[in-house]
């Protein structure tokens, strides 16, 4: 420590006060001993108080009080600066440069990163979410198209809410979308998504009836059907522009592997000449079904360039599905009706479906139509309800022409 340091510290005053001489006046305790230093006394000698003693004695008797001031001074300044247990970020960069370098450029090891869920992995997790106890869950498909907000998932979703004992449904429905706007529009109303990837294939548009598209689309939908069954869920699956008024299950027949709403309904289930519509149906997962589907599926090569469901109406006369077993079921129109064939009954309606209409606005508006009458005839006290005889203004935009169904060789099924 200096001597200048202690003169101007304000902690000790009275320190070395005293005028500082010039160098060649004062004598430094490293110096050599003078020569009247050398010839002292012989008694000073023997005794050890020679002069070059004294001047060691000077020079070390001030040590202990010099530790003293430094050891005060590392307290001190201790005491005045915060305690850092740990150095800031600058600091250890400063301090090891080398291990910084070695984190901050080396990827974590790839077993401390957890494991991506393939789409496979990713279906099976939203199925058990979604299904009921007997492994049984409600499916829909639909693209952005169909999904923009005030579109026909609104409306869908809505048939739910208003319908008589259908809103805990919800529950156990997946939307299963072909893009990603699609299920960005479902994360934010639904519960359970699936996002169905197709590589090389855009379906986020309008697939206008019978194109290539919404025959690739279709075909597509069908193929995954088959995968959920042979995961071992049954399945009720439902368009989109399908309103749902009651729940359905209690009205499936016990016996039916394969059931299928109509278009147009002859009276008995098991006609194999009533006109299905593959918009809504009921599948339970066995070897029949899935064998079904798997036969259907590989007919596409059979028949280029034509809609599944219209294949479906070709081979439910093949001698192979009679040989498989399988169980085919048409569903009466008198509770599961559409446009093509609506519901007349109110009392006894448990879907209605938009079908035999071409175009999205019309579909969207006789829809809204169709939701309003049903929030009417629910209005009404239920002795009312089942004395009524309440009909649907529908279909109004989808009107079909006159002698439709008259005419099997130009039906057209939308």
């Known amino acids: 420590m200096s001597e200048s340091f202690l003169e101007s510290s304000p902690f000790f005053p009275a320190i070395n006060r005293s ?34 003693d004294a001047i060691t004695r ?27 247990p740990f150095p800031p970020s600058s600091l250890r960069v400063d301090q090891a440069p080398t291990v910084v370098a070695a984190v901050s ?23 058990r979410e979604a299904a009921t106890e007997d492994k049984t869950v409600i499916l829909t498909s639909l693209n952005a198209f169909w999904s923009a907000p005030g579109s026909v998932l609104d409306l869908f979703l809505e048939s739910f809410r208003v319908g008589d004992g259908t809103r805990e449904l919800l529950n156990h429905l997946v939307i299963v979308t072909v893009d990603d706007r699609a299920y960005e529009r479902c994360l934010a109303v639904h519960r359970h998504c699936f996002d169905l990837k197709t590589e090389g294939v855009d379906f986020s ?35 989109v522009d399908v309103m749902w008024f009651r729940n359905p299950l209690p009205y499936f027949y016990a016996d039916g592997d394969f059931q299928i709403s109509c278009d147009n309904f002859l009276g008995d289930p098991t006609n ?24 259907w599926y590989s007919s596409r090569a ?20 009679r040989r498989m077993g399988v169980s085919i079921k048409f569903l009466s129109t008198e509770r599961f009706g559409g446009f093509c064939e609506p519901s007349r009954d109110l009392n006894k309606v448990c879907t209605m479906h938009a079908n035999c209409c071409i175009g999205l606005g019309k579909k969207i508006d006789d829809l809204r139509a169709m939701l309003d009458d049903w929030r009417k005839f629910m209005s009404l006290p239920q002795d009312t309800q089942m004395k009524s005889r309440f009909s649907w203004s529908i279909p109004q935009s989808c009107r079909l022409p006159p002698g439709f169904f008259s005419d099997k060789e130009h039906k057209h099924h939308l």
């Not at 230093?37 to 023997?46: D, L």
């Not at 194999?272 to 599948?283: A, D, H, R, S, T």
């Not at 059979?302 to 599905?321: A, C, M, S, T, W």
Request: hydrophobic letters at 40%; aromatic letters at 12%; a positive charge.
């Open 19 to 52: 005028p500082v001489l010039p160098w060649r006046k004062t004598r430094s305790c490293l110096s050599a001993p003078s020569a009247a230093m050398k010839s002292s006394s012989p008694a000073a000698s023997v005794f050890g108080s020679n002069p070059a």
């Open 302 to 321: 059979r028949f280029p360039g034509v809609h599944e469901q219209n294949v479906l109406n070709i081979i439910k006369y093949d001698p192979y599905v």
């Open 105 to 127: 450029s080396e990827p974590p090891p790839s077993s401390s990163l957890p494991p991506q869920e393939g789409q496979d992995e990713r279906l099976g997790r939203v199925l």
């Open 205 to 239: 548009g309008e697939k206008v009836f019978n194109t290539p598209e919404y025959l690739d689309m279709m075909w597509a939908r069908l193929d995954f059907l088959r995968l959920v069954l042979e995961k071992g869920y049954n399945f009720i699956f439902s368009d």
């Open 272 to 295: 194999l000449k009533n006109w299905p519509n593959n918009g809504f149906n009921y599948v339970k997962s066995n070897n029949r079904s899935i064998e079904f589907y798997k036969f």
């Open 58 to 84: 000077r020079c070390i008797a001030p040590l202990p009080f010099l530790m003293v001031v430094g050891l005060s001074l590392i307290l001190l300044y201790r005491a005045t600066t915060p305690a850092m």
